[in-house]
């Protein structure tokens, strides 16, 4: 499979856990986008990074996100703390040059 | 920002019937996409049409860039068709999108 890939597909989580996502780009694209998305909303941007550089963050990332990218390949994000207001879809999409997105299938996050 | 609103929010079809879904920009935007989200949640690639007008089988999409609108077509609706379709744009450099409230699509059998 040459598309992007998230794991875990579903998380459960208690309040006031910690939790981290993955997402791996299709080869050799050198954008990842992270995006959210709440019940019966658009997704809204989060961050991106140019292969291993993150240039641009959302005033949605609170000090408890934090996203990651060691060495342009995968990307992780991490929730800490996490607040039943986190529970949404996390989505990542890569881009090879520009400006075509291309999604992955996401993961659901239920904050108990 | 920019604002991007989708019409109608809700559309319910006859298997068979055709479709308008609307997209407007508050602001001009270099970058523009049609998704169609799944029920699984994935979004799946439509079109990429930041201009002009482009046909695959029974969609079709035309962005008229100077009024600042996108129009997506679908003809002979089938049940599969059904889910969330979303338009996003953006501007040049970091191509991030801005995405609209979606238009939710259920054809009937």
């Known amino acids: 499979d040459t598309g992007v890939s998230q794991n875990p597909r579903h998380k459960i989580t208690k309040r006031g856990q910690n939790v981290t996502f993955r997402c791996d780009p299709i080869s050799e694209h050198n954008r990842l986008y992270w995006y959210r998305q709440t019940l019966g909303q658009g997704p809204e941007f989060l961050t991106y990074f140019q292969n291993e550089a993150q240039l641009e963050k959302s005033r949605l990332l609170s000090d408890r996100f934090s996203a990651e990218r060691p060495k342009g390949s995968f990307s992780t994000l991490e929730i800490q703390r996490t607040e039943q207001g986190d529970s949404a879809m996390y989505l990542c999409a890569s881009v090879i040059g520009g400006p075509e997105q291309f999604f992955g299938p996401g993961t659901r996050l239920t904050v108990l | 920002g920019i604002q991007v609103e989708q019409s109608p929010p809700d559309l319910i079809l006859q298997e068979g019937a055709n479709s308008t879904l609307r997209c407007n920009f508050s602001d001009s935007v270099n970058n523009l996409q049609w998704f169609h989200q799944n029920p699984w949640g994935q979004l799946i690639n439509l079109f990429y049409?930041?201009?002009g007008t482009k046909q695959n089988g029974r969609l079709s999409a035309t962005t008229v860039a100077t009024e600042r609108y996108s129009l997506l077509y679908i003809s002979s609706s089938q049940t599969t068709d059904s889910g969330v379709y979303f338009c996003a744009g953006g501007t040049s450099g970091t191509y991030k999108y801005i995405f609209g409230t979606g238009t939710r699509l259920k054809v009937l059998a």
């Open positions: 049409i930041p201009s």
